[in-house]
């Protein structure tokens, strides 16, 4: 949506390079952006167009139609005001944009309040050095369209609120740096397309979105971000949501709805090193089938979501250290599903928790694995460190710390280290499965007995731990050699 709205201004200062060399009067710029587009295939009209004293250009009862019909707007006047070497642009309360896209045809409302853009990408010499600026900013940002009686797009609306964006494009540095910021986000969209229908409304606090990343020069140049001369960051965050969902597949209806909490995520390539890092305040949602299908509601929650991922892949030279952390908090199904499984509720309803906390040093050449060398040679590691992985569901709990180092001198790596492992309640839950008939019996025997075997009780009932020993003469649980 943004790109339609802003579609003059963005034409302008790609042509203005190509059709407004060195010009300094707005009015002829746009003369000249307005010719090229037309000579592209574009249909522009406009009822009036005043220039005045201080350079302003104002278009009255403005028509752009893209070529091949793709999409049409039309305002009620689009006004552009000359400063220095900048440009600002205002436009009506409303802008109508109508179009077909895949055989679809669309036709919403761009509705803002005090909407201002202001750019030095217009009258600007060909092929200057200078840095180009794009800021936009509104009150009010709407988006409202759709047909009621429509058999596919029934509805569409974008509520952002107030917004700003900043943008600098660097030329000479070759870098992109940016931010958007967005009061909230209110989205409704109802529609039916290939006998798949969705109605959905959701409404989400503020949101942000900022980025920096340098601009390769062609394909082959982007390859510096994994070498580390290219770096790139984008983070987002956005405040809690509600949403109600009804969904129809070939008949299958679902109904949807429930909440989300705050969340961020950031993705960083800095030094050839990746960072990803998300993190939400967990989630409550209520899944109800159509009628007809005999399944009952079913309700899923989870507290926390955390996940945090540090990979060097950039570190061909020296080690580097590499992170995976990792953690799904608080995991609950309602007991509409469990009623499904285990109506008698012989099994805990405990809330289930996944946590990885994992921290490696390696050497990790990305540029030789993207020309294909040897993976022994582009990927080396020298220890680990398992701080824990603990997984816990129904239950029953697997809890596993421990430390290697690694031999890197024959074909494979070689630990040297142990890990340490903690069962509990995992005899009883096969049981409980068997009894249910989630499990064969046969499985469940193989399975206790691996157990058992690599094993030993522990202080507490239905436990079991063992340790693992990684050496020179191989590999033995619990002191005994496995074979």
């Known amino acids: 949506m943004k790109n339609l709205l802003t579609a003059v201004t963005t034409v302008a200062i790609v042509s203005s390079a190509s059709y407004a060399l060195a010009q300094n009067q707005l009015e002829t710029t746009l003369d000249l952006v307005v010719r090229g587009m037309m000579d592209d295939g574009a249909e522009i009209s406009y009822d009036e167009r005043i220039v005045g004293a201080d350079g302003s250009v104002e278009y009255i009862d403005l028509v752009i139609a893209a070529p091949e019909g793709e999409f049409t707007m039309s305002m009620d006047w689009l006004k552009g005001v000359p400063s220095g070497s900048d440009v600002t642009f205002t436009v009506s309360d409303t802008i109508d944009v109508s179009g077909r896209e895949e055989g679809v045809e669309f036709s919403f409302e761009i509705q803002s309040a005090a909407f201002k853009l202001t750019t030095n990408g217009v009258l600007r010499e060909a092929m200057s050095a200078e840095d180009v600026t794009v800021t936009f900013s509104a009150d009010a940002f709407i988006v409202d369209g759709g047909d009621p009686d429509s058999d596919v797009l029934r509805k569409v609306f974008v509520d952002l609120g107030a917004i700003d964006f900043d943008l600098l494009v660097s030329t000479e540095e070759m870098f992109v740096k940016g931010a958007f910021d967005a ?225 890197n001198s024959g074909p494979i790596p070689m630990p040297l280290g142990s890990l340490n492992i903690d069962m509990r309640g995992i005899s009883t839950l096969a049981n409980q499965l068997v009894a249910l008939g989630l499990l064969d019996q046969m499985q469940a025997g193989m399975a206790m007995g691996m157990m058992m075997a690599f094993g030993q009780p522990g202080d507490e009932a239905d436990q079991f731990i063992s340790e693992i020993t990684f050496s020179e003469n191989g590999i033995m649980a619990n002191g005994q050699p496995i074979q």
Not at 183 to 202: F, L, N, P, R, W
Not at 237 to 259: C, K, N, R, W
Not at 280 to 304: C, H, N, Q, S
Not at 384 to 394: E, M
């Open 183 to 407: 009061e909230k986000m209110d989205v409704a969209y109802d529609y039916t397309i290939d006998g798949q229908s969705q109605e959905v409304e959701q409404t989400t606090e503020a949101t942000a979105v900022s980025f920096e990343f340098d601009i390769p020069a062609d394909e082959e140049d982007a390859l510096g971000y994994l070498d580390g001369s290219k770096s790139g960051v984008i983070e987002m965050t956005s405040g809690a949501s509600e949403f109600v969902m009804t969904m129809d597949a070939d008949g299958i209806a679902l109904d949807m709805e429930g909440t989300s909490g705050d969340s961020s995520a950031l993705l960083e390539i800095v030094d050839g090193t990746i960072t990803y890092d998300v993190n939400a305040d967990g989630f409550d949602m209520v899944v109800t089938p159509g009628a007809g299908m005999p399944i009952p509601p079913v309700e899923v929650g989870m507290g926390e979501i955390a996940m945090k991922l540090i990979i060097p892949a950039g570190a061909a030279d020296t080690p580097a250290e590499m992170v995976v952390d990792i953690l799904f908090a608080d995991l609950v199904v309602g007991e509409g599903l469990w009623s499904m499984i285990d109506p008698g509720k012989t099994i805990s309803r405990d809330p289930a928790q996944l946590d990885i906390d994992i921290e490696a040093l390696v050497q990790l050449d990305a540029m030789a694995a993207v020309a294909g060398e040897d993976p022994a040679s582009a990927a080396k590691i020298h220890n680990l460190d398992i701080n824990q992985i603990l997984l816990s569901l129904a239950g029953a709990s697997i809890q596993m710390d421990g430390a290697a180092t690694f031999d």
